[in-house]
């Protein structure tokens, strides 16, 4: 039997320093049912607080900001909820270190529509997908060409032969109905090993599974959700 989606809207904490940029795209949230709005906050300090006290399902995070910057609270922040990053910030190594930190995605403002950002928040609740703008997936891409093999990855990471493809197929952006398709499972039994992945490696965001897989020895912890 299916079941069918939760009609709740996606909880969203938005944070942003410039107020213009917080006020434009709290609009732009809003423009959907899908999506709510339970908080904003213009600093990582305010960020902590408000995630805390409302517990969204995603904060979507700005990186340069006062006071803290968003990467250097997102260890935190993902013991409370899923995070994406949300920025002009398009340096590759910001992008490498907010993955290996926890966040869920890294989305580049003026690279996607709102259709594309409920799709993406969609994915990152329900833990079918990691969100990457450009600049972000190119990064990614570079971590897995200078990968080590993936047999080697398996074995050191004690994944099993199909653990490895899966997590091999997430690492190259495929959401779990893909990875599926390719290698002639059902979704259900693609997110059981990925669950498995994720016990594994002692992680619970695709992101961070993916950045174990492409040699990074110290993503952050998860604490689970």
């Known amino acids: 039997?299916?079941?069918?989606?939760?009609?709740?809207?996606?909880?969203?904490?938005?944070?942003?320093?410039?107020?213009?940029?917080?006020?434009?795209l709290i609009s732009l949230l809003e423009a959907t049912d899908e999506l709510a709005v339970v908080g904003e906050a213009g600093n990582g300090a305010e960020a902590l607080e408000s995630t805390r006290e409302l517990r969204p399902d995603v904060v979507l995070l700005d990186v340069r900001m006062p006071i803290l910057d968003g990467v250097s609270v997102l260890d935190e922040l993902t013991h409370f909820a899923k995070v994406v990053m949300l920025t002009h910030t398009e340096d590759p190594e910001v992008v490498h270190t907010s993955l290996r930190r926890g966040a869920a995605g890294?989305?580049?403002?003026?690279?996607?529509?709102?259709?594309?950002?409920?799709?993406?928040?969609?994915?990152?609740?329900?833990?079918?997908?990691?969100?990457?703008?450009?600049?972000a997936a190119s990064a990614v891409l570079d971590s897995v060409r200078s990968a080590p093999a993936p047999a080697d990855s398996r074995e050191e990471l004690?994944?099993?032969?199909?653990?490895?493809?899966?997590?091999?197929?997430?690492?190259r952006g495929l959401t779990n109905d893909e990875i599926a398709t390719e290698l002639f499972l059902s979704e259900k039994t693609v997110k059981n090993h990925i669950n498995r992945i994720f016990r594994k490696l002692h992680v619970s965001t695709r992101a961070a599974a993916i950045a174990r897989w492409n040699g990074h020895e110290n993503p952050a912890a998860d604490a689970g959700y």
């Open 158 to 171: 004690g994944l099993s032969q199909r653990e490895a493809e899966v997590l091999a197929a997430a690492a």
């Open 1 to 24: 039997m299916h079941l069918l989606p939760d009609p709740s809207p996606i909880r969203i904490l938005v944070v942003d320093d410039n107020i213009i940029v917080r006020a434009g």
């Open 106 to 135: 890294y989305l580049v403002h003026g690279h996607f529509t709102l259709p594309e950002l409920t799709r993406a928040l969609q994915e990152v609740v329900t833990g079918s997908g990691s969100p990457l703008s450009a600049v």
